[in-house]
């Protein structure tokens, strides 16, 4: 049979049948077109799929969301540099975590909003949405005239930042073969960690230069370049969203789950607010979120079970392998984290490291990071004679690089545990690179072949759902990573320096080292800190414990899983 041959060269006269005929074949309208084209395809022999090329239009694409990725994640880096500076100028230096908080609060409650509403208004749509309310916040930072307003800036720039990382992985899922997907998405995480590796040195910059407010305003034009180029350049289309006729269409609009939407940001926010809770909150703050949590945890469940027609979330992505999965890509996230935030207290604090060299011991933990997502995509491409084979490599690779992960952050407990403070060896220098590097690659590599079997499970129609789940579970990683390991940090820190400094004499050095730790060197008397600083490295160390007994929970949930895809998927 030709390969052009078309259902249309079959356009004769049907013969007059009886109603045995009737019986045997059906009515005529069920005999359908459709049915016969059914039949036709499955008859023809599969032709081989055409080779995937980088188009002027793909282009334009890639470079609109991952110009947004560069500049969220530059954005995100460059605050946490200077709030201390913003908060400072502001006379407002003990409320500095609410700058972070806002946008960290946000960020991940708004997550799972941008998934499945893109299915039902369209990606650009969303995509266009979230880059304007980033550029919104963005705009609204550089005029804020204390810490609340800025705050609350930095709140709107969360809900955009959201659904520009969330959007730019689903797009990219839309338009690029699976056996492909896994380069494309080390490339991104490649441009995001370079941004986060500029961040620092950028932001140090312009506080010392142009000043903080003049740092957002140069955004601005950068973001409305994106914006325009989506706007009038690009086209995003995915068969199984709505024609744009369709789109607002009342019977269109029902399928989004509002209430899901809302319940589900209620609870997502107050897990937040409860692992933000430090020694100075109330019993009346925890109460109170955690009766917000519960109860819109039950109502989300109620609304998603009798209420919504399309449920934000599919439930049987979570109960499967892709919530496992989700877990384990959150354990991930929150090693990670947990690098980013305590090993530059360790440095500064324990080893009186200057805070303007920390981004070079940073630095090798950020570009293995890149190296390691561009790795573990190439990798993966080698398998991809079919879609399985593909799937079984993500996870098989992700396995490999979690395994890194973990040995890299074993390396890094032993390196600080076994350290003096102030050592002036070179080789715990050494060890302490050598683990960042190890660490990092392991954590770069882990999150695409996890991305790619997620994608492969749940198909086109399901891929914005379960990347959705992947990104909130490894957002609340982030945050679980950031907020325990501070918790157990400063849980420590104050039992051993309440236990030493038990004279009524001497207890105000334990208030003055709680509130500012430069006291340690620039005030505590010189017979205390050989001991003081003991507990400070005691205290990270008891800061690492949660994240490394996850990894190796992880680890083994990682090896059962990928034993079971292999038996499913693999001849």
């Not at 919504?308 to 090693?335: C, H, R, W, Y």
């Not at 360790?346 to 890149?370: D, H, P, R």
């Not at 709680?514 to 507990?535: A, C, H, T, W």
């Amino acid at each position: 049979m030709p390969r052009d041959f078309k259902l249309d060269d079959l356009k004769t006269e049907s013969p007059p049948t009886d109603e045995s005929t009737h019986e045997l074949l059906g009515s005529p309208s069920s005999y359908s077109r459709d049915s016969l084209e059914l039949d036709l395809e499955q008859a023809l022999p599969p032709q081989p799929l055409p080779p995937f090329t980088i188009t002027r239009e793909f282009a334009l694409t890639l470079f609109v969301l991952w110009f947004g990725n560069f500049l969220t994640s530059l954005d995100g880096t460059i605050v946490s540099t200077t709030m201390t500076n913003i908060a400072a100028d502001f006379g407002q230096s003990n409320m500095v975590t609410w700058i972070a908080t806002s946008y960290l609060l946000t960020s991940t409650a708004f997550q799972p909003l941008y998934g499945k509403t893109s299915d039902i208004l369209g990606r650009k749509e969303l995509l266009l949405v979230a880059q304007g309310l980033f550029c919104l916040g963005i705009l609204l930072s550089s005029f804020a005239l204390n810490v609340q307003t800025l705050s609350i800036a930095r709140a709107i720039a969360g809900m955009g930042g959201a659904g520009i990382f969330a959007l730019s992985s689903i797009v990219i899922s839309d338009v690029v073969p699976l056996s492909q997907r896994s380069l494309f998405m080390g490339y991104g995480n490649i441009v995001s960690s370079t941004s986060q590796m500029l961040g620092g040195p950028v932001g140090g910059l312009c506080i010392v230069t142009i000043g903080w407010r003049m740092m957002f305003l140069l955004q601005v034009p950068c973001l409305l370049l994106c914006i325009g180029i989506l706007w009038y350049k690009v086209d995003i289309k995915v068969e199984h969203i709505p024609d744009q006729a369709d789109r607002y269409s009342k019977d269109n609009l029902k399928r989004i789950d509002i209430w899901g939407i809302i319940t589900l940001n209620l609870a997502v926010s107050s897990i937040i607010f409860l692992l933000s809770a430090n020694e100075n909150t109330t019993q009346t703050y925890n109460v109170i979120f955690t009766l917000i949590f519960v109860l819109s945890s039950i109502a989300y469940f109620f609304v998603e079970k009798y209420v919504a027609v399309e449920n934000i979330i599919d439930p049987e992505l979570v109960k499967g392998q892709i919530g496992i999965l989700g877990f384990t890509n959150g354990v991930s996230a929150m090693g990670l984290y947990m690098v980013l935030f305590m090993i530059p207290l360790y440095l500064q604090i324990v080893q009186g490291v200057n805070v303007t060299k920390i981004g070079f011991y940073t630095m090798f933990f950020v570009l293995s990071t890149a190296l390691g997502s561009l790795m573990s995509g190439h990798i993966i491409r080698k398998y991809d004679k079919s879609e399985a084979q593909t799937m079984v490599a993500g996870v098989s690779s992700s396995l490999k690089f979690f395994i890194l992960q973990g040995v890299g952050f074993l390396i890094l407990w032993l390196d600080v545990y076994y350290t003096k403070p102030n050592s002036p060896h070179w080789l715990w220098r050494l060890t302490l690179v050598l683990s960042l590097i190890i660490s990092g690659f392991g954590a770069g590599g882990y999150s695409v072949g996890i991305n790619i079997y997620v994608i492969g499970k749940a198909g086109r129609r399901g891929q914005a759902s379960g990347n959705t789940v992947l990104s909130l579970i490894k957002q609340l990683g982030k945050v679980l990573g950031v907020s325990i390991c501070l918790a157990a940090y400063t849980k420590s820190l104050y039992a051993q320096l309440k236990d030493f400094f038990t004279d009524a004499s001497n207890s105000e050095f334990m208030e003055h080292l709680m509130k500012d730790s430069n006291f340690l060197r620039n005030g505590l008397p010189e017979e205390y800190i050989s001991q003081v600083l003991i507990f400070y490295r005691t205290s990270i160390c008891q800061s690492f414990s949660i994240p490394l007994y996850l990894t190796g929970f992880g680890l083994v949930v990682m090896f059962l899983v990928d034993r079971q895809i292999k038996r499913e998927l693999l001849p």
